[in-house]
């Protein structure tokens, strides 16, 4: 998923060796009959030859951890611990600093950059405002976003190195950074001058017919994002907006930060429930548990108790136990939904749903509790048959029971386990490992031959230079375009380490924009270092006709484990997840609009996991996958027949899985519509009856909801993954289906949905890489469109 900021208020937008297939005509019989009978394609031999192209070297750097020691000469100190108890990473000699910015060689350094940016937009700010001349008038919107870059490059960046970086020094420096800058922000966003002139430069005829399509649509949003955050309000409103907002801010930060921390670190257990495991293959465990009186819940132990015992009860505890939130937890998850609703009344709408989804792609609160229902109402036989499937091995004769019967006796804290006896039982004891062909060297590699093939876009792998990265084993690639050339840097942490807790997440370090010659003029007194130099602020390219642009910088992080001699292994589940998180990287990397503002992943947030999503749709492919998987050690293709059955594993619960998201989604309805203004306004209690009311794996007892951090990432708008889920499929079934390496549908999906970033409005995109002009209303008609099955 996205990882950064995905609001924008008025002037911040969300922010902040060749392979051949000739000698396997085998393997070619074998994998013809995947082909859908109805979407053939026409020429099999030339799939294959998509995938002729591309070097070892990405395999290598990742798979090979000898090959990365010397291709990567720059040299990273270990984390050490200070005085202080906090750790941090030594100073590394001739440092380029982070990301190639000359002042991120040291904390300190990182609160300067901060405070240069922020004189430097202030700066701006004044130029802006007093600038009445027809150029000032025609540079307006273009110097807001010019502002928004400014203060989203330390945003960002901040928000990066908060839940990132291993030094706690830096992220300390980062929190301080990221509360000036959001303090700041919000100030802007409430300036009557700068909101007055933005409206006086849309209201000019003479001015818009001078401005760009982009311009415009940038200028209108900035517009309306002003009005959203309570321009037209009084000083004293004003500053009880501003105060909200701050503490909307703090409440939910601090919530986010304490999502692994659970209320207990153990749970206490009788010995006597340690010896319920099925198998003796788990012998091992028992022993190492049977002298101990607690059981880690922060542990692999606990994960295993969920999969292997028959103990309901022992399973129950702790299930509950991972399923508690630290003390506080849930004050701080009501502080900030009591703020968000006032702030909405402030804004004169009934709650933050209604407040939050005006500008999205859904409109409205009952649309998405319309579009929810009828989600559930089309899987619910589904999921009834899984549950059904799970049972047999929970009960006897279980055929005999009822449908209500079988949803009350199948637990949430059964899940693991009968899904661990389901696969059991389906899996031959000599079945090979598939992990072993989906090395993470491979799969990038692979993925590098996907968009090569669909985008003509490739990676290319680049050594680091001292103090670059926030780690020694980050990778760098820089992605190259055959037409366009250089066209982004995209850095990649993906292994596990002590100090990582980030679930799997793509951040936009740095996004595309034009360049306009004034801001590379020497004197310009706006910036805060000229650009286009390596080792300064940001990376340019240059295109054939003069245009300057900022290059994309991003960051792709993962905790995979890796085996003994370095190399990581990953299960289908895992290449999904890369494949989800490199669609976001793409969608910045060729989302290259000339203004910030609307770049790449900064557009509707119920749009903005549609690149993403559409990416699961490839990763799950038959065909694509055996385009490019291979042994690890002896690189033998995949074999068929090993993924056939794996697949069928892999999928295994989907729809169960697809229940859950509708859950989380209707919770978040619930928790951001008015409720909150109950006086007696308990959240814990409207997650356990929204549970009851649903049955399947309800969950009564825990305080999970304490643990839901998009509650506050993505408040009132978690539908979006279920949202953007039904719009890709509607897109691989229309562009991908018949050939998933089609260049001609490729560049249909690039030009038509990629390549627009934010700047136009998401149902025309849809409409038009679909073929469905009335789509463009996005109005009932076109919800239920994209809601039918």
Known sequence: MKASSIQRLAVITRSCHKRTFTTHSALLQKIQPLVHEQNPIPDYLNFQQKHTHHNELIREIFDNPVKWKEFNKSFIPHTKVSLTGKTYIPQVEGSIGLFQNPYLTSPEGLLEFCEKSLSAAKNLVSHVIIDDSEQGKLNYIRNLDRLSDTLCRVIDLAEFIRVAHPDEYFVEAAQKCHEIMFEYMNVLNTTSDLFNKLESVLGDEKIIAKLSPEEISVGNLLLTDFLKSGISMDDSTKDNFIQLSQLISMNGQQFNKNLHELEHDSIKVDKKELTSYDSSTENSLIYSLSNKKKIPLNSRVSTDILRLTNNESLRKKIWLGLHQPAKGQITLLENFLKYRG??????????????????????????????????????????????????????????????????????????????????????????????????????????????????????????????????????????????????????????????????????????????????????????????????????????????????????????????????????????????????????????????????????????????????????????????????????????????????????????????GQIKMAILDQVLHSNVVFDKDFDSIDLYHKLETQLKIFADTESKWPGKFGHLFSYGAVYYSYLFDRAIAKKIWEHLFAKDPLSRENGEKFRNKVLKWGGSRDPWELVADVLDEPELKKGDIKAMEFIGRR
């Open 342 to 659: 006032l702030l909405a009344h402030f804004m004169g709408k009934s709650s933050f749903a209604e407040y939050q989804l005006s500008e999205k792609m859904a409109k409205t609160p009952e649309n998405v509790m319309t579009f929810l229902k009828k989600n559930l109402k089309d899987i619910e036989e589904d999921v009834i048959s899984e549950l059904r499937t799970l049972i047999k091995f929970k009960v006897e004769n279980s055929d005999k029971l009822s449908d209500e019967q079988v949803i009350e006796m199948v637990k949430p804290w059964d899940r693991d386990y009968l899904t661990t006896l389901y696969l059991s039982s389906k899996r031959s004891s000599n079945t090979e490992d598939i992990s072993q062909y989906l090395s993470v060297g491979v799969v990038l590699q692979g993925l590098s031959d996907l968009f090569q093939s669909i985008y003509g876009i490739q990676f290319k792998a680049v050594p680091l230079k001292p103090g670059e990265a926030w780690h020694n084993g980050v990778r760098k690639f820089h992605v190259t375009s055959e037409t366009e050339g250089f066209v982004g840097i995209i850095y990649l942490d993906l292994f596990h380490r002590e100090s990582k807790t980030l679930n799997p997440a793509h951040f936009t370090v740095c996004c595309s924009r034009k360049i306009y010659p004034e801001e590379l003029d020497e004197n310009d007194p706006f910036k805060v270092e000229i650009p286009g130099k390596e080792g300064q602020l940001v990376q340019v390219s240059t295109a054939p006709d003069g245009t300057t642009s900022q290059l994309p910088v991003i960051s792709l992080v993962c905790s995979f484990n890796q085996e003994e001699g370095g190399v990581s292994l990953l299960s289908l589940s895992q290449v999904e997840t890369l494949f989800h998180e490199m669609g976001h990287a793409m969608h910045s990397m060729l989302g290259k609009t000339k203004l910030h503002n609307v770049s790449g992943t900064r557009c509707a947030t119920d749009f903005v996991e549609l690149p993403s999503i559409l990416m699961e749709h490839f990763a799950n492919d038959t065909r694509v996958l055996m385009s490019f998987a291979k042994h690890y050690r002896t690189n033998e293709p995949l074999p068929l027949k090993l993924l056939q059955n794996y697949s069928c594993f892999n999928s295994f619960l989907n729809n169960c899985e697809t229940f």
